[in-house]
């Protein structure tokens, strides 16, 4: 089967009974999408590049890409507490193939319409498979979103659900485990649940979010980085899902698993200590576990306790992962 | 020299002194963008893909590849009648190399200061070479943008500049070709002209636009779809460089790279008759060639006219450049 660059839109991509925006003029199909926003509407922009061997395993099957593709970048717009609009993708592909496109497309389109997102435009072209999302969000008119440098010293650290899970299904994947438990923690490697209606709901409550994609130390890092505080972070209270307990494996390299492991896509928040009641409520309405795991601090180390005690694991300097810092490719 | 992926960002793309959009709330540095456009004012948002080996050749220079990611984006603002305003930058890089970066990055930054341009956002990974860059412009309040579907039966059809240059400069590439005359082909296929002002200046003037990125043929066929009509083409009208005039090649090779050759971006417009004398001075107040080069007709075919003759070249039926339906790379 051929398929030409313009037939390819149109059948995969353009074929949607899909949602559209308030505010979208003109879609696909023009040299460019045309969107009017509401009156003293904030705009979110934000973009994401997802590479096949290095953000996904090669072996991932094409509806998990096109689901996971997306929802990193739902993630953003979660940890500004925006609420995602429009998607523009570009798609490079070795070659037009409908077995990989159908699922791909599919999924990613099934996603966005749990968001009411509007594909609004993008790019097809011919190369190793890998595909940049660009999205646009909104807040609405006198709100103001969450920065990465709102925090304050004394805030609490929360984090939603729990981490660690996406590591060790990449662990599973690369040692080819099937059983249940393999299977369940794959499924929150390839299918993370991006915390829109949290971030949402943070909204006036947080003081400042990041999401964590390269994992809860990393990511922190750059909340810090971002604020100019300092961060007592409590190991012990890093949430812990029922299969990661079940895992066998030892303590140690569990909580390394949630520490530095990335992809888990859950949001990491700084709130006064007066809102704490507020986000205990928030956790309640959304059935999400909101748990404090730390507290900012004058100055600017980031500092892990356990059990009361100071500790430096091993792991601690390294951080989380780096495109390029790391030596090779993650996966291969 | 090592870099990771955050020194990366704000050694070669947050370093700006650059120009700031009003309506720029945040820019690189957080989880996403905050922008507010103006009260009515209309958003374009278009997005394009450059990948090496496929988009340029292999051994163009990094300037070049900055230089020629962001002009392909202006170009379809230009095609919209768009003032750009703002991008984001997806970048795959083997590694992170400081001799690509710099001039890469200088050349990226010079054209989009040029244009007062916001880079408000992106994302570096490593991978094979490429680069998505999303563009958002905007048209004032009451403005309607140059949509491709606007053409009306009668419509004069206008080409900017001259076409076949940047073709021409590709074969010179593949040639190795270093004459002087060769090297000013080259740099129109690498460091081609958005016609950024001549798109403001048609609003209101022209009825459809597109930008000439895959050939003459292969975009008035994509006008001719939108729009719901045929086409005269007169082939002997079709705008020729004096450097592509004086290139030793067979007439008939000229004109299939003037007709066919992609990668020039020069804008195809469409005009009521009635406006022929407007588009004459916009070309003389631009000092930019607009040349009448067929009309909108009844039907939705292609026809191709040499001297009062009906013409039906071999490249006809073949078009301009797809990246699916192509059965290799372009270039290697």
Not at 15 to 40: E, F, K, M, N, W
Not at 83 to 108: C, G, M, N, V, Y
Not at 196 to 213: E, W
Request: one cysteine or more; glycine letters at 10%.
């Amino acid at each position: 089967m051929e398929l030409n660059e313009f037939s390819l839109i149109d059948r995969y991509f353009k074929r949607q009974s899909h949602y559209r925006q308030p505010g979208t003029l003109l879609g696909i199909g023009d040299d460019a999408a045309l969107l009017t926003p509401g009156v003293g509407e904030t705009l979110l922009v934000s973009v994401d590049t997802l590479i096949a061997g290095r953000h996904f395993p090669h072996q991932t099957s094409a509806a998990d890409i096109g689901y996971k593709a997306l929802a990193v970048n739902l993630s953003d717009m979660a940890a500004m507490g925006a609420t995602p609009r429009w998607i523009t993708l570009s798609l490079a592909l070795p070659h037009a193939d409908p077995q990989f496109l159908q699922p791909f497309s599919d999924a990613l389109l099934a996603l966005a319409a749990e968001y009411q997102l509007d594909l609004i435009g993008g790019d097809t072209v011919q190369g190793a498979l890998a595909m940049t999302i660009q999205i646009i969000g909104s807040v609405p008119a006198g709100q103001i979103p969450l920065y990465r440098s709102g925090g304050v010293v004394g805030d609490l650290l929360f984090i939603s659900g729990s981490v660690g899970d996406a590591a060790a299904g990449l662990q599973a994947v690369i040692a080819e485990q099937q059983d249940e438990l393999s299977s369940r923690l794959i499924l929150r490697l390839n299918r993370p649940t991006a915390r829109v209606a949290l971030g949402q709901a943070l909204l006036g409550v947080a003081n400042a979010a990041i999401d964590i994609s390269d994992g809860v130390v990393a990511d922190l890092r750059q909340l810090l980085r971002a604020t100019g505080c300092g961060a007592d972070l409590w190991l012990d209270k890093l949430p812990i899902s029922e299969d990661l307990q079940r895992l066998p494996l030892a303590a140690a390299e569990k909580l390394r698993l949630m520490a530095t492991g990335g992809d888990d896509y859950e949001l990491l928040f700084s709130v006064p200590e007066a809102h704490r009641a507020q986000v205990e409520a928030i956790g309640q309405t959304l059935h999400l576990p909101l748990t404090a795991v730390g507290r900012l601090t004058e100055g600017a180390d980031l500092t892990c306790w356990q059990k009361g005690e100071r500790v430096a694991p091993k792991w601690l300097c390294r951080g989380g992962f780096d495109h390029f810092a790391a030596a090779g490719a993650l996966l291969s």
